[in-house]
C-alpha cells in the first residue's frame, strides 16, 4: 500500500489519525518495505476495528499483518469493558488458541543427523496429521467437560505430560473462567475424535536445529546454545474451536443491530463484553483455548513417545508455549492508571516483558519467551518479551511470517514432490499426507520471516533471542 | 442474455491467506450447488470422488448471504464429523429454508490427497447476488 496515507512516527511506527466513525488511531509497525508490501486490505481491516465500541488507545497491526477475516490477521486491539467495549470472534479467528510450542531435546545437531530419516518417520507415524486423521483419544461428555475446563493441566492428570510443563505454558496451561455449558453439541462433535492431531494447512511439527544466538544471556535462561536440536508444534484448537467460531460469528452478526453495533464489515460482528452474548462467547472461546492447550500437550506426549523409539533415555522438556489468537483480560497501564482490558491478539503472539507477574520465575527477568514460526523451509525465531512493548501495542509480537502468495497462486507455481526434492538437497525432510498442501505451503509463498521478526526486533514490540531452521517438518 | 444459457459453473478466486470459492449458474439453487463444488476443489482433485453417499443438509437464515454462509458450514461439519468429501449437490430453497441432498464418499488419504481442511465459511468477500445478465452468484472467502 501507499506509505502517503500514514503519518510515520519513528522508523518503525505509522498512524493513521483516526477520521470517520474511528474512535482511536490505527497503528502499523512495519518498515517503509513491509507497509508497500502490505495489501491495502490491511489499512481497511485496521481502521475498521478503529470504529469498535469501547476501543481502547489504538488498533495495531503488527509487522506480518495480511488480510484476514474482519480483523487483520496480525491485529491487536483492547477494549474497554465499562465504555461500552466488546468482544469480537473474528478478532480471536476460527482457530481459538492456536500457537506454537517449542521443546528443548538436549541432542544436538551431530548427535541427531545419522538418525534424523528415523526420527522423521516416527514423528510421522505417531502425530496425526491432515485431513482424514483420527487421534486415539475419544472424549465422552465426561472427559470432555473435564478437557475444556481443565486444558494442559486435564491432559497432564490424563497422563500426557509432566507436572513441571505447566508452568511453561501461557495461564499454567489451563484457561480460568471457560464455561463448558456454552459449547454446542455439534462443537463437541467435532473435536470427540480430534484430540492430539496437528490439523491441516499451516500447521506442523518442526525438528530444528539453533542456528544463530542474538541474545547470549537470555538464550541461555532459555536453555538455548547453537546447534541444539529443539522441537516446535503449531496447531490450535481444531474443530471444537472452528464450530465455536463459526457459530458466535453467526450469532453476533445478526445481534449487531439489537446492541446498537454499526458494523462497517460484517466480519466484525462482535458483542458488547458485559452483555449475555459477549459472555457466552467468552466462556465458550475459553473452553476453546483449554481445547489447544490440551491438544498440545496431547502432540508433546506423542512427540516424546516418537522421540523415544529413536532415542532411548532423552527427556523433552518445554522452552515454553504460546498462543496467537485468543481474547485475553489483562491488567494495562493507561494515562497512569491500571485497567483490566479485554485484549484480542489475531496472529499475535502475547509478549509480557521483564517482571511481570504472570511470568513463571524463571522468566521474570528475561521476559517471556515469543515463539515465531516460519514457513516449511525457512526459519524461526526465538524472542523475548521487553518492557517498552506494554507502551507500544499491549506487550504483543507478530506471530509468524505471513503469506505473500494465495494458495491458488502456490499451487500453479509450485508442484509438492519437486518442492519436497529440493528441500531434502538442502538437508530438510518432509513428511506429509498431501503433495498439493505441501505445494500451497511452500516457502516462497510466504514473507521472510527474518524481515518480520527484524521489525518487530527494532520496534520494541520483543527482542530477538535465537533462530532456528528446520531439519524435520510434519506437515498436516 | 438470457440466464437459461448460462452453464452453471464454480470457480476459485484469490484471498491472501486462504480461497476464495464462486457458484455462477441461473438460479439461486444452482449457484448455491457450485460454490459447494468449489469448496471440495479447495480440498481435492473433483474426479477423484464419487457419490456413492448420500446425506440430507437443512438449514435456515435471516438473509440469502447467511443462508449461503449456513449451508457452506453445515457441509464443512458432515465433512468433518462423517469423514467426507462431496462431488455434487442438490439444493432447493423455500421461503428463506434450505433443504437439499449432498452426494460423495468416506475420505480416503491414499486416494484424495486431501490438501488442507476447510475450518469454516468466513463473512469475508461474502455476496449473493443476481448480475446483469441474470445470473446468481454466491461467494464468500473460507478459512483453511
Known sequence: MDTRQFIQRDETCWEIKPYGNMRVPAIIYADAQLLQDMDQKVYEQITNVATLPGIVEAAYAMPDAHWGYGFPIGGVAAFDPDQGG???????????????????????????????????????RTVPAGLGSRGRIHLNHETMHGMLTGGA???????????????????????????????????????????????????????????????????KTFGLHINDVVISIHCGSRGLGHQI???????????????????????LACAPLNSPLGKKYLGAMRAGINCALANRQIITHLTRQ?????????????????????????????NGQKK?????????????????????????????????????????????????????????????????????????????????????ERGIIIRSPSMRGVAEEAPLAYKDVSAVVDIADRAGLARKVARLEPVVCIKG | MNSKTIIPHWEHFEHEADIGIRGIAPTLEQAFEQAAVAMTAVVTDLDLVSDSKVVSIHCEAPDTELLFVSWINELVYEMAVNGLLFNRYEVVITNGKLSATAFGEAVDRQKHQPAVEIKGATFTELRVYQQADNAWVAQCVVDV
Open chain 1, 86 to 124: 466488546v468482544v469480537s470472534a473474528g478478532g480471536v479467528g476460527f482457530d481459538i488458541s492456536c500457537g506454537v510450542r517449542t521443546l528443548h531435546t538436549g541432542l544436538n545437531i551431530a548427535d541427531l543427523q545419522p538418525h534424523k530419516h528415523a526420527l522423521a518417520d516416527a514423528l510421522y
Open chain 1, 306 to 334: 516418537a522421540v523415544a523409539t529413536v532415542f532411548p533415555g532423552i527427556h523433552l522438556g518445554l522452552l515454553y508455549d504460546v498462543s496467537h489468537n485468543t481474547c485475553k483480560l489483562e491488567q494495562h497501564t493507561i
Open chain 1, 340 to 424: 483490566s482490558l479485554y485484549v484480542h491478539r489475531k496472529g499475535a503472539t502475547r509478549a509480557f516483558g521483564p517482571g511481570h507477574p504472570d511470568l513463571p520465575t524463571v522468566f521474570k527477568k528475561t521476559g517471556q519467551p515469543v515463539l515465531i514460526g516460519g514457513s516449511m523451509g525457512t526459519g524461526s525465531y526465538v524472542l523475548c518479551g521487553t518492557q517498552e512493548s506494554e507502551q507500544r501495542a499491549f506487550s504483543s509480537a507478530c506471530h509468524g511470517a505471513g503469506r505473500a502468495m494465495s494458495r491458488t497462486q502456490a499451487s500453479k507455481q509450485w508442484q509438492g514432490r519437486t518442492l519436497v526434492e529440493e528441500l531434502a
Open chain 1, 153 to 219: 493441566k486435564w491432559a497432564l492428570e490424563q497422563g500426557y505430560g509432566e507436572a513441571q510443563d505447566l508452568e511453561r505454558i501461557e495461564e499454567h496451561g489451563c484457561m480460568a473462567g471457560a464455561e463448558p455449558h456454552y459449547v454446542s453439541p455439534r462443537a463437541r462433535e467435532r473435536q470427540k475424535d480430534e484430540m492430539g492431531t496437528l490439523g491441516s494447512g499451516n500447521h506442523y511439527l518442526e525438528v530444528q536445529r539453533v542456528t544463530e544466538i542474538f541474545d547470549q544471556a537470555v538464550a
Open chain 1, 245 to 267: 467460531g463459526t457459530e458466535f460469528l453467526k450469532d453476533m452478526a445478526m445481534s449487531a443491530a439489537q446492541y446498537q453495533i454499526v458494523l462497517p464489515d460484517r466480519e
